[in-house]
């Protein structure tokens, strides 16, 4: 069976974690606004169009992507580039409330920061803009025929992470999500896996009655130096959606990554677009996609041998993540 994973491609020596020419990103890489007038709400888009597909001639699958707190639409370009070329067509969302904008606060960046993450409306919002954002593929005349909404994926840094596990079904405790008089369902049965790089364990309730309504598999990625900057999280804690969630899923646990190492923000200084883990993570996506969105057994058996991985890391898996 051709997995497509050449030389050229996720196994091999990943050429497209490269910035693409300037040429070719011109025309691959859209700057959008979309306005959500239920809420009177701008999202700043970034879109990265696939290059090939994995289906020649079918229609694209679509991944979601969410920054962390203080992120940006430019963040996670490592991802974003790396599904791109997987096939995806890539949507990475700028969350208001809760971006860069918060860094540049008379308040201090470590203060407006943790007033952001305490702000309960950042917190809906965010899950408001990747439901909007689905409506608004599905609705736009531009992509009719174009995406496989079927086959959808969500992935975030962090906060972004948070996220993740939230649009897959994690509880809200104590919140009425009715926003501007609409219901928010979760978990949103439109996304079909998700990636959570760095996730965030449940404060206010236990563990399993947080997450006991997730089903979607997913890919934990997460490192051994990986603690909180706002929160008080440990690399222990990270592991912890990854051991409750009764779904399908992978752990990776990667030596010596820190907080920072998956962020891939270029504006928020070198320690958080440092790229030593990017490729690895990419890797691991792009196999975890295959794997549950396409039941790829190929991928699927490179995951469980951690065949990506370096000296150091680790990787766990449970459930059927291929065949099914």
Do not use: C
């Not at 996720?10 to 497209?16: A, C, D, Q, T």
């Not at 971006?99 to 943790?114: E, H, N, Q």
């Not at 070198?270 to 991928?299: G, I, S």
Request: net charge positive; charged share 20%.
């Amino acid at each position: 069976m051709d997995t497509g994973f050449t030389r050229r491609g996720v196994i091999g020596s990943l050429p497209w974690l490269a910035l693409a020419r300037a040429a070719r990103a011109e025309a691959a890489d859209l700057l959008q606004e979309w306005r959500d007038p239920a809420r009177g709400r701008t999202i700043p888009v970034r879109i990265r169009l696939p290059d090939t597909m994995p289906t020649p001639g079918a229609p694209a699958p679509v991944a979601i992507l969410s920054h962390g707190l203080g992120g940006s639409r430019d963040g996670l370009a490592y991802l974003g580039i790396a599904l791109a070329q997987a096939g995806f067509v890539v949507v990475h969302l700028q969350h208001h409330g809760s971006d860069s904008g918060v860094l540049r606060s008379g308040a201090g960046p470590a203060v407006a920061m943790a007033l952001s993450v305490l702000d309960v409306r950042n917190a809906l919002d965010r899950l408001y803009d990747v439901a909007f954002a689905l409506d608004e593929l599905a609705r736009q005349p531009a992509w009719r025929g174009r995406l496989d909404l079927a086959r959808a994926a969500i992935a975030g840094h962090s906060f972004g992470a948070w996220t993740v596990t939230h649009m897959l079904g994690e509880a809200l405790p104590g919140v009425a999500l009715l926003g501007e008089g609409r219901p928010l369902a979760l978990p949103d049965r439109r996304l079909a896996a998700g990636i959570a790089l760095s996730p965030v364990p449940p404060l206010l309730l236990p563990a399993r009655s947080a997450f006991a309504r997730v089903s979607a598999p997913i890919l934990h990625v997460t490192g051994t130096r990986d603690s909180g900057v706002v929160d008080a999280a440990t690399p222990e804690d990270r592991t912890i959606p990854f051991h409750t969630i009764a779904a399908p899923g992978v752990l990776a646990v990667l030596a010596g990554a820190t907080h920072a190492s998956f962020a891939g923000e270029p504006a928020a200084g070198a320690r958080w677009n440092e790229p030593t883990y990017h490729e690895r993570t990419a890797r691991l996506a792009v196999l975890f996609l295959r794997a549950v969105l396409w039941h790829d057994m190929a991928a699927a058996s490179l995951l469980q041998r951690g065949a990506m991985l370096a000296p150091g890391d680790r990787i766990e898996t449970k459930g059927r993540l291929a065949g099914a």
